[in-house]
């Protein structure tokens, strides 16, 4: 188990965030997400696949954003309204993934600034997952609440998306040296907060 599982344990042991969680196989590559992005706008095939792919991942940016559940739903909708309206997509290798990451950053920024709402609680949830416990919630809850609003958008897109912090950094549009020093930083907070070592 890696430092950054460790540190977003619950306290009976479960993990809240792990690889295991993952919701794109090894065997769909880049150049097939960039395929389905293309042909999402006239088959509905390729826009379920996306959907079923990375519902999740949206799902979890536009939490660690907006902090409100419901308005976290409608941008998972909106993402993917939105990606069947793309009128540029360079499809290059990798790129497919992270271009969609990067439009549900967009739409939940946007509807955060349209409902102003304070980011009261914390708590990535899946769709229709049962095994999280309400004790894991409040643990990872009170653990990214010690974050600024970056820091913990960037724990997610690494811990929970599994992104490169190339790939954060485009989505974010900063340098790739300042979400390493920013991801470093929240988890040095994290494991202060949760009492694990290094």
Do not use: W
């Not at 998972?76 to 950053?105: M, Y």
């Not at 955060?112 to 609680?121: I, L």
């Amino acid at each position: 188990m890696t430092a950054e599982q460790k540190i977003l344990a619950g306290g009976d042991g479960n993990i809240i965030i792990t690889n295991s969680d993952q919701e794109i196989s090894s065997d769909c590559i880049d150049s097939e997400v960039n395929r389905l992005i293309i042909s999402c706008k006239t088959s509905k095939e390729s826009l379920c696949r996306l959907y079923n792919m990375f519902k999740k991942s949206v799902f979890a940016v536009a939490f660690s954003i907006t902090g409100d559940f419901h308005i976290s739903e409608d941008c998972v909708a909106e993402t993917f309204i939105r990606l069947t309206q793309v009128k540029r997509f360079s499809p290059k290798a990798g790129d497919g993934k992270g271009f969609i990451l990067t439009i549900a950053r967009n739409v939940a920024l946007e509807q955060h600034r349209r409902y102003k709402r304070e980011c009261v609680s914390l708590v990535i949830q899946g769709y229709g997952e049962a095994d999280k416990t309400v004790e894991d919630s409040i643990f990872l809850n009170q653990l990214l609440k010690n974050l600024n609003d970056k820091q913990r958008q960037i724990v997610v897109l690494k811990i929970y998306s599994e992104l490169t912090f190339k790939e954060i950094a485009k989505i974010m549009k900063c340098p790739e040296s300042t979400v390493k020093s920013k991801y470093k930083k929240a988890i040095e907070i994290l494991q202060k907060k949760a009492g694990v070592g290094k």
